[in-house]
């Protein structure tokens, strides 16, 4: 048997055993950390807007890039936190049951791969914090990680859903949960291995290109705030 990463938070649970299949489940959770770095970021500077420490910031004489510099610096601290706590929880809960679990270099390769979706959500929740309230900030991001997890095939298998899985393959959600699941040795739910081929190259693609818009948006919008 091997352990469900997602044991803690599975909404699906009964009688003490996983809904889903435990080998469908490797490498989603700790991507879904990232989604949520989004609210983090987000609440962070809303908060940072309604104190006024932007504004005292606006006025120091640097520029707009060491800004988000910054709030860049926090979210990575922060993803990269909540990533190593996901696999410490989960490696010690594989102890205590005796179940099997991914080795240290897919480990690696789990962070590594995420690498660009926690940018994304990072430069989100910038965009979020800058244009929204305190209060509104965080329903959003609520709304956006629900959505992401929906269309990423976090929490359901949209590999047999036909057109919805073409749909998510433009979005940035599932490329990322899809290399997530590659590092940790995967399977679908059809109990075939996530391999990496041509298509995923057109993944990381995907990725990087949403990185690219986001971050220049995020540039221009704090631009915009000064």
């Known amino acids: ?20 299949t435990t080998n469908y489940e490797k490498g989603s959770t700790t991507t879904r950390n990232c989604f949520y770095i989004c609210a983090v970021v987000s609440l962070t500077i809303s908060k940072d807007m309604k104190s006024a420490v932007l504004r005292r910031i606006y006025i120091a004489p640097i520029k707009t890039r060491h800004i988000l510099i910054c709030y860049l610096v926090v979210g990575i601290v922060g993803s990269f936190i909540q990533e190593i706590l996901a696999i410490l929880t989960g490696f010690i809960v594989s102890l205590i049951l005796k179940t099997t679990y991914f080795n240290i ?34 329903g959003v991001s609520s709304i956006l990680i629900s959505a992401s997890g929906i269309l990423g095939g976090a929490w359901m298998p949209i590999e047999s859903m036909g057109g919805f899985m073409i749909i998510s393959s433009f979005l940035p959600f599932y490329p990322a949960v899809y290399l997530g699941r590659f590092a940790t040795g995967a399977k679908t739910v059809f109990n075939e291995p996530y391999n990496f081929n041509s298509s995923n190259w057109y993944y990381l693609l995907v990725l990087i290109l949403y990185m690219i818009i986001l971050c220049f948006l995020a540039s221009i919008i704090t631009q915009k705030k000064r």
């Open 1 to 20: 048997a091997e352990i469900c990463l997602n044991w803690s938070i599975c909404s699906h649970c009964r009688s003490n055993k996983c809904y889903r």
């Open 105 to 138: 270099i897919s480990a690696f390769m789990l962070i590594l791969v995420n690498i660009p979706i926690s940018l994304i959500f990072i430069f989100l929740g910038i965009i979020l914090g800058m244009l929204l309230s305190d209060t509104a900030a965080p």
